[in-house]
């Protein structure tokens, strides 16, 4: 095991690894920025380190300054969460070149799934499904019109190296599409440095169901069953649950044993998720996080499984502490992400927590890193922290987490919470009836005002 670890993130996630450090017995090393230098889990980590200023480029992202920040505390792993290096091979490379471990996946696997079109190539060869479309990157438009007509309008076009639905466009005919393959191109080439795109054929009504995944990197990998990340905003996700309204028990275990079986072939290690659209009984492959994501709580609460310390032990070359058999999914979960932005506009507010009170009670969960009087810096994402209930059933769920929310207080900036309050109340929410475009519909048909609370 290793004897020490630096946490290579911020915020909520990077508590969340020093917890699950401290559990087994490992020192800790908090790095930050000059902005977060009172953060919570600067506070309680064993050691800290400046590692610049507030830009992330030149902190979080600056390389140099973590492998330094390793070599001055002795760190001999580094778990990088999500975001930041997380996915990014070169670091991982970088560490390796150190003799320090990369709590994570190797690095050709990132490198794979880092590329869409890659991506999907690798999972068609895998055996997982994908959606129809261009087998690499369109590089002019009349192909583009021909892969259009062959698979059927209308088609999305998508950055190959992108995410978050930067570089991302519908087109519904033929008219369409030379714009949208334009527009794409330009954003992808401003948010990724890359201006690469293909084609897919666009899904008018689905559901985003993702696996996760964990595996061993000796061709050992089980499957934890399925998420439904469907509410979303600009591509955003904003509430996850699981196991899915929308899947039974055979489509469960069927694509969940297809993408492990998957993992399995390629020596996959550490914690992954594989994500799919899902739309009239069938799954579609869209891309793999090689990565723990930010909704991982939702898997712990149903199978009881603590997955930052399983990411921690396989990196240090132990086996799964389970098989496939010992996942059991228990209830139901659901997690809302609460971020500092105004709950209509959904506009960032930076500023200071003037009061903090969280919920608690049977099967609530908040994982988050401000405290009363924490200052909110604007140099990075709005998300103050995430709030995970867990029920016998989905709707005992759903009845706690309108406890849970109404009991929950933060003052001093606005936050989304009058959002949930909102949807878990909504009878489309408690029926489970909603795929990935209905929460922008919900939203542009007035289903919040700025009068609400």
Same mark, same amino acid.
């Not at 946490?7 to 917890?19: F, K, M, Q, S, T």
């Not at 099967?363 to 995430?386: E, F, H, T």
């Not at 005992?396 to 009058?418: I, K, Q």
């Given at each position: 095991?290793?004897?020490? /670890?630096? /946490? @290579? ?7 969340? +690894? =020093? ?26 980590? %064993? ?19 973590? +492998? ?7 760190? %001999? ?9 997380? *996915? ?11 003799? +320090? ?51 059927? #309008? ?54 985003? /169901? ?51 079986? @998957?993992?399995?072939?390629?020596? #996959? ?8 659209? #899902? ?7 869209? *891309? ?6 930010? *909704? ?69 969960? /908040?994982?988050?890193? +401000?405290?009363?009087? #924490? ?11 995430? =709030? ?12 706690? $987490?309108?406890?849970? $929310? ?28 909603? %795929?990935?475009?209905? =929460?922008?519909?919900?939203?542009? %048909? ?8």
């Amino acid at each position: 095991m290793f004897d020490k /670890i630096l /946490i @290579a993130n911020r915020g909520e996630i990077a508590l969340r +690894i =020093l917890r699950a450090a401290k559990e087994l017995g490992i020192a800790t090393v908090a790095v930050h920025s000059t902005a977060d230098a009172d953060a919570m889990h600067v506070r309680l980590a %064993d050691e800290s380190v400046c590692i610049g200023p507030p830009p992330a480029r030149d902190s979080y992202l600056n390389v140099p300054s973590l +492998i330094a920040a390793c070599e001055i505390t002795g760190a %001999d792993a580094v778990h990088p969460g999500y975001g930041f290096l997380s *996915e990014n091979p070169h670091f991982a490379d970088v560490l390796g070149e150190h003799n +320090i471990t990369f709590i994570g996946p190797k690095a050709e696997h990132i490198r794979t799934m880092g590329d869409k079109i890659e991506a999907k190539r690798t999972a068609a060869r895998l055996g997982i499904p994908c959606v129809p479309g261009s087998e690499g990157g369109i590089t002019d438009d009349t192909e583009a019109l021909r892969v259009a007509a062959d698979i059927g #309008y209308p088609v999305l076009v998508k950055a190959a190296a992108g995410g978050g639905g930067r570089g991302m466009k519908v087109a519904r005919s033929k008219d369409e599409l030379s714009e949208a393959l334009t527009v794409a191109r330009r954003e992808a080439k401003a948010a990724f440095g890359d201006d690469s795109v293909y084609l897919e054929k666009y899904l008018e009504k689905p559901r985003h /169901i993702e696996i996760q995944v964990m595996g061993d990197g000796r061709g050992q990998a089980v499957h934890l069953g399925e998420r439904d990340c469907s509410l979303q905003r600009r591509h955003q996700k904003v509430w996850e649950e699981g196991p899915s309204p929308a899947l039974n028990a055979d489509a469960r275990d069927g694509i969940g044993e297809t993408v492990a079986n @998957a993992m399995r072939q390629i020596k #996959y290690l550490g914690a992954g998720t594989v994500e799919f659209l #899902y739309e009239d009984g069938q799954f579609y492959f869209i *891309e793999m996080n090689t990565r723990i994501q930010v *909704e991982h709580p939702v898997t712990e609460m149903i199978t009881g499984i603590d997955l930052v310390n399983e990411q921690i032990r396989v990196a240090a070359g132990a086996p799964l502490s389970f098989t496939q058999a010992d996942v059991k999914l228990e209830g139901h979960a659901i997690e809302c992400r609460i971020n500092a932005e105004h709950p209509v506009t959904f506009r960032p507010s930076p500023g200071s927590i003037s009061y903090f009170h969280p919920p608690g009670g049977l099967g609530v969960r /908040i994982d988050s890193a +401000i405290y009363q009087g #924490y200052r909110i810096p604007p140099n990075y994402d709005s998300l103050l922290g995430k =709030l995970i209930v867990h029920g016998r059933t989905r709707t005992e769920c759903l009845m706690r $987490l309108r406890r849970a $929310l109404d009991e929950v207080v933060v003052d001093g900036v606005e936050t989304t919470l009058p959002l949930f309050r909102t949807l878990v109340r909504n009878q489309d929410i408690q029926n489970g009836d909603y %795929d990935i475009h209905w =929460l922008e519909h919900f939203l542009a %048909d007035g289903g919040m005002s700025d009068e609400q609370p």
